[in-house]
């Protein structure tokens, strides 16, 4: 028997089915060791020795692959085909040594690069060992990330109370976050002008010119600067008349992109399905798990992680041929088209994600998957197809008009004509401006020399707009082009920024929130070296070149914690005045905007005499008045800011978001006895019991919209049916959280956020999981432990840091330990956390013994 080891259950089942009754497939259900959230992880002084902790989920699946190992003839490790697989294969290896499970029996590593026959076949013929290199630049990122978060966030936490975390990587996008939003607030508007001719042939054929010229001076886009320049071209056109004095035409040729990365995929899928990072990355993970196809269950995309651009080369001959069967020849380019990366630092180890078979067309699988699914496949399925295509064939024209007396005013139309669409008959990129493209639009024909009429001037006014902010997929593209982050990195970093309440998403769009700005603030005025964007990318380029055995990983490190801990060091005598000072500072023109009638924005308004700064407090940071005690006015960070109350409930309590539009009915959002909460339509004789949906712990009636209403409205949502019942799991919010349920059988969800991306791998992995703890009924849910100290010294078993309904407390097993009033959760280590069970085991085992006696006395 050969044992293979995969990540998940669905990929297991599929596998095993190509392979025979010779091959037991086993899922490791992802990572199954990590660094405990505890000092001493990663040990610098011990030449960066890693203690390794395997989490309570993942001990019985560790035990049932050692037990099935001990028996077999051969272990294949067939995690996924990038650094993160390579990892896990690594873990279970070490682990399994550990167990003594080996013994003697060979050990060999396969990759694939999709969940069809052929493939795994080909993987199993081609084995190889642990890429060493790899594993080492797993080691070394992670153990930065440890180094950097474990180091930097307790400085947060002492210096700026309400902040949550640093890390390497997020604290640099979340810098880009609110220096975007920097530049949106300092922004000043520039006014200027426009001036466009209608003008008509001889023909009767209507085109529309620019002004590009005056009076001998070139005309740009911002050169008319006022309505009397205006004016005055207005007037030199009115006076003259209209000539072609020339006309250019070129072939211009227009290339097809390259078939998806995963930060194209990204961004694409918001562009034109509307959806975020995450649920993009749940969707293609199911279509690279598969779906039944004629009998079998098979992939239908390649590996979705990758910064490959390229595809295999009997891919691209089949898609070649594909092109030529439905578009003939003459949309086959001679040579096949092979693409590079500008992205930097990109590895290119995989090939770009594409349809593991281009027959199977967007049409012929649509019936075999939900929507989203279908959606998704489509775009990759006309991506790819297009990237193979010919180019398209344009003319693009150029024609220069003279206009006024005496031709005082220069005119410049444009416009293009498709002689041969190519590529364009199936696929165009999406855009993330709404800008129009005049250069699109089709010209009459004309010749230099020929006479035209004016039938209308347009004289506009415009302003300058601020850059937009960033969204998920925008910021995912601005962090690949600064080499900051990894494929598999990339929608963990946007959900850490959320988690933690430094960002939110408003129209799809991400704004800093106060505690965002405060964090990024404090990092780039005591570490600034550590969110510089270079900074992150030198240091991203460094762990590509460990995985490519050009330099060691603990050289890099040492050179790192080097600087790094000498500067974490010299913060340690910082005074909050030295803070507040940094802060009132970088934050000035946010926290106190000019006013309109010019006062002092920064009096207070209570006493009229004192100043206003930031101050600091136990719940984080907030405006007070420096005349304190005496004058004691506060307010949040943000007056006026998008952060706070800029809308109120309406004096009856209710505020409209908007019109369902299936139904028709209004969507408002209400607070009532048991608080807030989201109504669909009125109380009426058609309508008697509106649909209702309390608002989530953290949720704001003042600022939640249509969409999030909505979603919350169609709860619960149907995540799909379980791959071994065949019956359907939704997912959905109760008196006790978020959770998944089949069956009957619920599983807690870690965020609220989740119930609404939450896919159907993660919910079939969290309903196993249940029900191998023995857990069926709804139950309270367990609280997300804050922070895992490791496992009991004499007793095994994990011991967590929990934040419960009474408080935080320490958990091992059945035993919860209130934590004393001054103790900070994050503050907590091993030895006081013993100290606290053993005292609550004493006391609960002293109360036993007297209910038993007073039970032995009455009897």
């Known amino acids: ?192 002008w426009s001036v466009a001719v209608t003008l008509e042939t001889r023909e009767a054929a209507k085109f529309i010119a620019r002004v590009v010229a005056f009076d001998g001076d070139k005309i740009g886009r911002l050169d008319i600067p006022d309505e009397a320049t205006a004016k005055r071209i207005e007037a030199a056109l009115m006076a003259g008349d209209y000539r072609v004095t020339s006309v250019e035409a070129k072939p211009v040729k227009r290339n097809p992109q390259p078939p998806f990365t995963t930060s194209t995929l990204q961004q694409e899928a918001s562009r034109k399905l509307g959806f975020a990072a995450a649920r993009t990355m749940q969707v293609a993970q199911r279509l690279y ?45 001679a040579k096949a088209r092979h693409y590079q990366t500008k992205a930097k630092n990109a590895q290119e180890a995989h090939e770009a994600i594409r349809p593991t078979d281009v027959n199977r067309t967007p049409q012929s699988v649509a019936k075999i998957l939900e ?77 230099s020399g020929d006479e035209l009429a004016a039938r209308g001037i347009a004289v506009d006014q415009h302003f300058t707009e601020p850059p937009p902010r960033y969204t998920e997929a925008t910021l995912i593209k601005k962090m690949e082009e600064l080499g900051i982050g990894r494929p598999s990195t990339y929608t963990s970093t946007l959900s850490v920024l959320r988690d933690r309440g430094y960002v939110r998403l408003d129209k799809r769009q991400l ?77 000035g023109p946010y926290v106190f905007p000019k006013k309109e009638d010019g006062s002092d924005p920064r009096l207070c308004p209570s006493c009229g005499e004192g100043k206003l700064s930031l101050k600091l407090g136990k719940f984080g940071a907030f405006i007070g008045c420096s005349n304190y005690p005496e004058c004691r006015f506060t307010r949040q960070i943000a007056e006026n800011s998008e952060n706070g109350n800029g809308t109120e409930l309406g004096t009856d309590g209710v505020r409209k978001l908007g019109t369902d539009p299936e139904t028709g009915f209004d969507v408002t959002a209400r607070t009532g006895r048991f608080g807030p909460y989201v109504q669909l339509g009125e109380a009426d004789e058609d309508n008697k019991k509106p649909k209702r949906a309390s608002l989530p712990k953290g949720w704001d009636p003042v600022a939640i919209d249509l969409d999030q209403a909505l979603s919350l409205l169609a709860l619960p949502r149907e995540v799909g049916l379980h791959p071994e019942t065949n019956t359907m799991i939704t997912a959905g919010i109760g008196r006790y959280g978020p959770f998944v349920l089949n069956e009957g059988t619920y599983a807690n969800l870690d965020s609220v956020e989740e119930v609404f991306s939450v896919g159907l791998n993660r919910a079939v992995t969290l309903i196993a999981e249940k029900k191998a703890g023995g857990g069926r009924g709804r139950g309270r849910a367990t609280p997300k432990a804050l922070k895992t100290l490791g496992e009991h010294p004499s007793k095994g078993g994990a011991i967590t840091v929990r934040e419960g309904r009474y408080g935080p407390y320490v958990n091992h097993g059945k035993i919860n330990a209130t934590l004393p009033k001054d103790v900070a959760p994050e503050s907590v280590e091993m030895d006081q956390a013993l100290e606290l069970l053993a005292a609550k085991a004493k006391k609960g085992a002293g109360r036993g013994k007297a209910k038993g006696g007073r039970a032995s006395k009455s009897s």
């Open 289 to 333: 798990e598969g779906a039944e196809f004629n009998g079998e269950t098979v992939g239908l995309i390649t590996y979705m992680r990758t910064d490959g651009v390229d595809i295999a080369p009997e891919a691209i001959q089949a898609t070649r041929g594909k092109i030529s069967a439905d578009f003939g020849d003459r949309y086959v380019p």
């Open 511 to 587: 704004v800093p929130e106060d505690k965002g700005r405060l964090v990024t603030a404090f990092l780039s005025s005591f570490f600034e070296r550590y969110v510089q964007y270079d900074f992150t990318a030198d240091l991203e380029e460094k762990l590509d070149r460990i995985s490519n055995g050009d330099v060691s990983w603990k050289d890099v490190l040492r050179e790192f914690w080097k600087q790094f801990s000498a500067d974490v060091d010299s913060t340690k005598d910082l005074r909050v005045a030295e803070v507040l000072d940094a802060l009132n500072e970088l934050l």
């Open 371 to 447: 929507s989203d699914q279908a959606r998704l496949y489509e775009l990759i399925w006309k991506r790819t197809m297009a990237s193979q295509m010919a180019s398209a064939e344009l003319e693009r024209t150029t024609v220069d008009i003279a206009a006024g007396s005496p031709e005082a005013v220069g005119l410049r139309a444009t416009g293009q004509v498709v002689r041969f669409d190519g590529f364009l008959t199936l696929y165009q990129e999406g855009r993330d401006d709404d800008k129009k493209d005049d250069d699109a639009k089709r010209l009459p024909p004309l010749s």
């Open 1 to 192: 028997m050969n044992i293979v080891i995969v990540e998940s259950p669905a990929k297991a089942k599929t596998i095993n089915k190509y392979l025979g009754s010779d091959y037991e497939v086993l899922a490791s259900y992802g990572h199954v060791r990590d660094l405990p959230s505890k000092n001493g992880s990663v040990d610098p002084d011990e030449d960066f020795r890693m203690e390794w902790a395997v989490d309570g989920k993942s001990t019985k699946r560790l035990a049932d692959i050692a037990r099935a190992v001990k028996g077999a003839d051969r272990l294949i490790l067939a995690t996924d085909p990038d650094r993160e697989g390579e990892a896990i294969s690594w873990h279970v290896l070490e682990v399994l040594k550990a167990k003594k499970a080996l013994k003697d029996k060979p050990v060999e590593r396969v990759v694939f690069n999709a969940i069809t026959r052929d493939a795994v076949m080909d993987a199993m013929a081609h084995p190889r060992s642990i890429d060493a290199d790899l594993v080492d630049a797993y080691l070394a990122r992670r153990a930065l990330d440890y180094l950097v978060g474990f180091t930097l966030s307790p400085v947060l936490w002492r210096k700026l109370p309400g902040a949550r975390s640093a890390g390497r990587v997020q604290s640099v996008a979340l810098r880009l976050v609110c220096d975007r939003e920097i530049e949106i607030e300092v922004f000043v508007p520039q006014e200027y």
